[in-house]
């Protein structure tokens, strides 16, 4: 019982001071806490990110989180319309307040490409934040109408050219142009080689940060490169010159694409050289000379010549008349040709496209059905001021390098002659201090799987009293003397003002080593003739299957070794990012030294070449191991080479 009675006492004191707490007076007011709050977990980018960055650059992100007890940290990921050039990221996890890299991709389908950075929180992935940001690559650096030409090979291993010109945006964009493309119809109903023009439609272009990148073409030809769409690599030696390669499964051709600055008509004399097929006799076939347009879209003969080597038939000292159309819009000509002592054929129409005042890249076009003339394609440079002007043989003198990529006629395959070399002219009809490499792929006249001749000559040469700038020209004395003797025709057709020369290989007199081409020859600088410093270059190769590619290398002069890399297309499987490595002797006092090239985009390695300095920047190299006694390549190789200008500063 009084356990009892004390609870009871105890009820009315409570309740007595629940109610003096709910009434006023003087008693005073006590409330209950409420309980603490939780922070919610929040994550922030410690600096926002830029809106835009150049592809050569690797920024680094930083995200911080607040009110995590557990300091789990940040989660990252990037998302983009393309996968596979998003780029990528140093670390996907990282402490709050710590960084990670963003590397961006090596290549761009465009000039531009745009993703988007996200930062988790890890304790809590509904907590994060996204910035989008757009790589951007060099574009900017190409802008204008260019206009590219190119041979090679088609899957039927047959001839194939291409030449055009294409309108880039600076922006990564082409926007138009035309082109007109001599190819292997294997159409049941057509089976020959055929000439097409089309209007270019549109298509892309990513110029990286070492100089090197790639081009989309869109056409309206089914029947060219992949549904109408052409790929080239590209290097970039400066705003007006690139050098291309075409990386196609179906097509393999090496060439250049030049800023074009004027789409003036044509006036004056022009030297010229086509090569390529003939179409009646199905037959190689290269000619050359001078056509002086002599009045408005005319070409009367006067002051005009050509030669031709149809198969090693050689046609020489021929007249030549004809028309000249104006340019179009894009500075497209129409050139139609008479030259009635031809073999074969003896009318030719050709494309003109106008690169400037004296240089146009010139494509046959007449044989749109296949029942044309032939299916050639070369370069035409205007004489100028010099036109007519070329009598005597004090017309032509100086030290010259040469080159020629042509057909060794054993066989009948494109880019299976290749020959680079230099001489001295006198002024006064001889030749001194002479050397070639000149080797054929095919032809088995030494007894081996191949020519070679690496020999010194001298020669004789006659220029043409009608002042047209035709130079027929001999080498002879050839040291050492090969079995079979050797001596070579060919026919120099003189530009003036300092230009290259153009020339016709007129095959070998003795009928030993029988070959056509065309090729130039340019005015050797001055010594020093040095060789050092950031390059890009392009390459063929013929081993039966070709293989043509474009890079960017380093000659370091004091070590005498080069480092690089290329993109090729062998045997129609193109590669791209190959590291190429060499070395190489120091320049003799001529211009010529030796070295040696390696790595995976080419067809044989390492192999020997010889290098011709033209001046410090530019010059040929050529394969030298064809018929090797101790490691025969069975591969010719011809390649060229220039001073490439950075896209960027700090660029490399």
């Keep these: 019982m009084a356990a009892r009675r004390w609870i009871l006492t105890l009820l009315p004191a409570a309740m007595l001071a629940v109610l003096a707490a709910c009434g006023g007076g003087s008693t005073a007011n006590v409330q209950n806490p409420s309980a603490p709050q939780t922070a919610t977990v929040s994550i922030a980018f410690q600096t926002a990110p830029p809106a835009s960055i150049p592809i050569n650059s690797t920024p680094s992100f930083t995200a911080v989180v607040s009110n995590d007890p557990s300091n789990a940290g940040v989660d990252w990921s990037l998302t983009c319309p393309n996968k596979s050039s998003c780029g990528s990221l140093s670390s996907l996890h990282t402490s709050s307040g710590q960084p990670t890299t963003y590397i961006p991709p090596s290549t761009l389908s ?53 030449a055009g010109v294409m309108l880039l945006n600076g922006n990564g964009a082409i926007t138009s142009g035309e082109q007109t493309v001599n190819f292997f119809d294997q159409n049941p109903n057509i089976g020959v080689v055929v000439s097409r023009s089309d209007s270019i439609t549109g298509g892309s272009y990513f110029l990286g940060p070492d100089g090197r990148g790639t081009i989309t073409v869109t056409t309206n030809d089914l029947d060219i490169g992949q549904n109408g769409v052409e790929t080239f690599s590209f290097v970039f030696l400066s705003t007006s010159h690139v050098l291309i390669a075409e990386t196609d499964p179906a097509e393999s051709a090496t060439g250049t694409m030049d800023l074009q600055t004027s789409t003036a008509t044509p006036s004056g004399g022009y030297a010229f050289v086509v090569s390529g097929t003939d179409i009646p006799s199905v037959s190689p076939t290269a000619f050359g000379g001078v056509f002086n347009i002599d009045s408005p879209n005319n070409i009367s003969g006067a002051g005009s010549v050509a030669d031709q080597n149809l198969a090693g038939t050689v046609t020489a000292n021929q007249t030549l008349s004809g028309t000249i159309s104006s340019p179009d819009s894009f500075g497209a000509v129409t050139l139609n040709l008479t030259m009635p002592g031809f073999q074969s054929a003896t009318t030719f129409q050709f494309t003109g496209y106008i690169v400037d005042a004296t240089h146009i890249k010139l494509i046959e076009s007449d044989n749109n059905s296949g029942g044309g003339s032939g299916s050639t394609s070369g370069v035409a440079i205007g004489q100028g001021t010099a036109t007519g002007t070329f009598k005597g043989t004090s017309s032509f003198s100086g030290t010259y390098v040469f080159e020629v990529l042509g057909v060794d006629l054993s066989g009948f395959t494109p880019d299976t002659l290749t020959s680079v070399g230099l001489f001295t002219a006198d002024g006064s009809g001889d030749l001194a201090n002479g050397f070639t490499d000149t080797l054929l792929q095919q032809n088995g006249a030494q007894g081996t799987a191949g020519a070679q001749l690496s020999v010194t000559f001298s020669g004789s040469y006659t220029v043409s009293v009608a002042g047209t700038g035709r130079v027929h020209v001999l080498f002879n004395h050839i040291h050492p003397a090969p079995k079979p003797g050797y001596g070579p025709l060919y026919f120099f057709y003189l530009t003036g003002n300092g230009n290259p020369v153009l020339f016709l ?46 890079g960017q290398m380093n000659a370091d ?62 010059g040929f190299f050529v394969e030298t191991d064809l018929v090797n006694p101790n490691a025969p390549s069975g591969v010719v190789s011809f390649g060229y080479y220039a001073a490439r200008t950075p896209v960027c500063a700090g660029c490399p």
Aim: avoid cysteine.
């Design 110 to 162: 465009g000039n531009s490409q745009s993703f988007t950075i996200v930062a988790f929180a890890t304790a809590d992935h509904n907590q994060n934040v996204a910035a989008p940001v757009t790589v951007t690559a060099f574009g900017s650096v190409l802008n204008g109408s260019y206009v590219f030409q190119g041979q090679g090979v088609g899957a039927d291993s047959g001839p194939y050219q291409f």
């Design 505 to 550: 290989d007129a095959s070998d007199n003795n009928f030993n080593y029988p070959s056509l081409g065309v090729g130039i020859a340019y005015p050797q600088a001055p010594a020093p003739l040095t060789f050092g410093g950031d390059y890009g270059f392009s390459f063929t190769q013929q081993n039966g299957s070709e293989n043509d590619g474009t």
């Design 557 to 618: 002069s004091t070590a005498g070794t080069l480092s690089g890399i290329a993109d090729n297309n062998s045997a129609f499987t193109t590669t791209f990012n190959n590291p190429i490595s060499g070395t190489f002797a120091p320049p003799a006092a001529n211009g010529l030294f030796a070295g040696t090239l390696s790595g995976t985009a080419f067809d044989f390695s390492p192999f020997a070449v010889d290098y011709y300095i033209v001046d410090p920047t530019q």
